[in-house]
């Protein structure tokens, strides 16, 4: 297949790997007013998205060198889908309540929905274990605990005050990427492709 052809070649490789290190960057200088009012103890917990593209750059190291890290790959997955689609689900319900977004909100909807799909799309590639997944899966539950028990979820203005629902929302929401982790990349009958 064409793209899978595209996925894998080496310059593509290091142009995804590029923007996901500035994505990076960008999200934790974003959360950056926050993390400055962290416990010390949740702050590997607060940067979610930049913490699932970083993940997701190791993985990419690691195909540069035509390896596998399968327990990165698992949080990889599992974390781009979570966030990715977390976030752009709250943008939709905040331009819902507020009837506008700004430019930052349309911008941080294409790039996290490019999280999702850049997640799945090199699923095919993956070689984690059961053990990753369910390593990847005690992470992602955790983070839930931390952000909507101990309220160190991300800050978004007029939805922090739907804290509760949105913990609940999010929870499933995790349950169901996990899920498709488990489609993705662990059932008997998947595409699974080399690297090289």
């Not at 009012?37 to 990419?60: G, I, K, N, Q």
Request: glycine fraction near 6%; aromatic fraction near 20%.
């Amino acid at each position: 297949m064409y793209l899978y052809h595209i996925l894998r070649s080496r310059s593509f490789l290091i142009l995804l790997l590029i923007v996901n290190l500035l994505g990076t960057a960008y999200g934790y200088v974003w959360y950056g007013y926050q993390l400055v009012e962290t416990e010390p103890r949740f702050l590997l917990f607060v940067p979610d998205s930049p913490t699932a593209s970083l993940f997701f750059s190791f993985v990419l190291l690691a195909f540069l060198f035509k390896v596998n890290w399968g327990m990165m790959e698992a949080f990889a997955i599992v974390t781009l889908l979570k966030y990715g689609t977390w976030a752009v689900g709250m943008n939709i319900l905040l331009l819902l309540m507020e009837g506008t977004l700004d430019w930052t909100g349309y911008m941080l909807m294409i790039s996290h929905a490019a999280m999702a799909i850049q997640g799945i799309l090199y699923a095919p590639f993956y070689r984690m274990k059961r053990w990753h997944l369910a390593a990847a899966s005690i992470w992602t539950l955790h983070d839930i605990v931390i952000d909507y028990v101990y309220k160190q979820m991300p800050r978004y203005g007029i939805l922090d005050q739907y804290y509760q629902p949105i913990g609940y929302f999010t929870f499933w929401l995790s349950i169901c990427c996990i899920g498709a982790a488990y489609f993705f990349c662990l059932r008997e009958k998947r595409l699974e492709l080399p690297l090289q």
